[in-house]
């Protein structure tokens, strides 16, 4: 890797050595538990919303996983462990076999895990104290497994001791953000040299918290509709909030100098990302600091704006949010015929940390198939959230792909935005 | 609780710990941990189940008494008596 300091700012020399590169992926999503089951949903319209019982709240709607849990834990670790570092084996599993990386023949200590979060540690929280409520707030009935479980790097940390993996790894909380950052990181641990492989994404475990469902009630952003499949509809004149989802999505990274040694199979390179920050408000994201959070992303790429393809949108049918940010996409993207915009939530809800991750992957296949997924179940587009060339429930093929830009943005005023670029060598 | 029942309903608690592990051979002489993939949280997890199932309290002083089944079964029996 050459990079060079000059006058404070980090100028790169874009050698294979520092060109990072997609070799593997595995994903649960609430409809689907591979890229090419999850990639066939959303190109034909398959929710994965469903009713779901939670702890006191009842009937609520959720995206809701189904995969299969024991493929790659024993069920002693499945009950030991939580559902967010259960998502994350899962994925980090089926990632290291779809990179065809020799694993018994690697240095594990050179590997990372870096996953992001929205939170973690309120489902078991909340667990045990519905444990102790059986006996009267008795607190010797409280797990002595409820520290390990809640400590922060808990999901990434399950994932080391599945795999055996003895390198960095962390559990990143970044709100609804987090999914791009665990990539983010991934990358610049790749870049600064520290590790050889990244195992990055995000994970959502958020549905088995009634917490979260009831917050965003309280907030008025939860979303109700007779038809779950319908009920995540951003965009939509009529949307009334968030879906909340489980999921994870995890991509082996590697350096592109390894990834053509061993002649593996790259997904594309992560080109560009930028994180920034509001500053303004706790939940009320801004659209002028998302604005330049993408814009940054575009420049650290190196591209013009009307170079991007693809942008797979944050929007979770809140009433605001989806028209801030739909103003942030106007002002950075002016004058981009060819940008396409469409959202992963319509079909899977809001899937936490996990959704940034989730969201960019499933548009990966656009470099293979040109074709953009719609944005599911808007019947009536609210004129605010009028974007040129907005895909709207039925997939639309388009020119040859080569850039997409996932934006993400969470509470407390994160914004992150990565850019994966068709492999050209 | 007879000694049996004891036996048994340790059996039960592991099967559900350690739910992996093969029972129907465990020998009651030989400490669980040589013959199961037991570790110390596990064990804690025999003791909070006796709490939560029986109502009976292990002190830590006395956890090497659950290190075997039958010595499970001596030191819980004047415990589960009456249960």
């Known amino acids: ?425 | 609780m007879t000694k049996q029942q004891i036996r048994q309903a340790i059996l039960d608690i592991i099967a559900d710990i350690a739910p992996d592990e093969e029972l129907s051979n465990i020998k009651d002489d030989v400490r669980l941990r040589e013959q199961l993939d037991l570790d110390s949280m596990d064990f804690l997890d025999i003791v909070m189940e006796l709490r939560k199932r029986y109502n009976v309290e292990v002190p830590e002083a006395d956890y090497m008494q659950l290190a075997s089944l039958a010595s499970s079964m001596i030191y819980l029996e004047p415990k589960l008596k009456d249960k």
């Open chain 1, 1 to 425: 890797m050459q990079l060079v300091f000059c006058s404070g700012k980090l100028k790169k020399h874009m050698s294979y050595n520092s060109r990072i590169v997609i070799t593997g992926i595995g994903l649960t999503a609430p409809n689907g538990n591979s890229l090419a089951d999850f990639r066939r949903a959303l190109l034909t319209g398959k929710s994965g919303v469903r009713p779901f019982t939670t702890r006191y709240m009842g009937a609520v709607l959720a995206g809701v996983c189904d995969f299969d849990e024991l493929r790659h834990q024993k069920k002693k670790e499945l009950r030991r462990g939580t559902r967010a570092g259960s998502i994350g084996i899962y994925c980090a599993n089926e990632a290291l076999k779809d990179s065809g990386i020799a694993w018994d023949k690697i240095d594990r200590s050179r590997a990372g895990v870096y996953l992001g979060v929205t939170e973690h540690g309120n489902v078991e929280t909340e667990n045990e104290i519905a444990v102790i409520k059986e006996y009267n707030y008795d607190t010797k009935f409280w797990s002595h497994h409820h520290n390990p479980r809640t400590v922060a790097n808990n999901p990434a940390g399950e994932v080391t001791l599945n795999m055996g993996i003895t390198g960095p790894h962390y559990t990143i909380g970044a709100a609804c953000a987090a999914g791009n950052l665990g990539f983010i990181q991934g990358l610049q641990m790749l870049r600064l040299g520290e590790v050889d492989l990244a195992f990055a994404g995000g994970v959502s475990e958020s549905i088995h918290t009634f917490g979260i469902f009831a917050s965003f009630k309280a907030q008025g952003a939860l979303a109700t509709h007779a038809d779950p499949t319908k009920a995540s509809r951003p965009f939509d004149r009529d949307r009334n909030g968030i879906v909340v989802s489980e999921g994870g999505c995890v991509h082996t990274l590697e350096r592109l100098d390894d990834a053509l040694k061993r002649g593996a199979r790259i997904y594309g390179e992560i080109v560009g990302y930028a994180c920034n920050t509001d500053a303004t408000d706790f939940v009320l994201p801004n659209p002028e600091r998302i604005g330049q959070c993408m814009a940054a992303a575009v420049k650290k790429a190196g591209l013009a704006p009307s170079e991007i393809d693809i942008l797979n949108t944050h929007a979770t049918a809140t009433k605001l949010g989806d028209i801030q940010e739909c103003q942030a996409v106007r002002t950075v993207f002016k004058e981009c015929p060819k940008l396409h915009v469409n959202n992963t939530k319509s079909f899977i809800g809001h899937a936490m940390g996990a959704a940034g991750a989730l969201e960019l992957t499933g548009n990966l296949p656009s470099f293979d198939d040109g074709i953009v997924h719609p944005t599911i179940n808007v019947e009536h587009l609210d004129p605010e959230c009028g974007l040129d060339n907005i895909v709207l429930n039925e997939p639309r093929r388009i020119d040859k792909v080569r850039y997409i830009l996932n934006n993400s943005s969470g509470m407390l005023g994160i914004n992150s935005a990565v850019i994966v670029k068709r492999y050209e060598p």
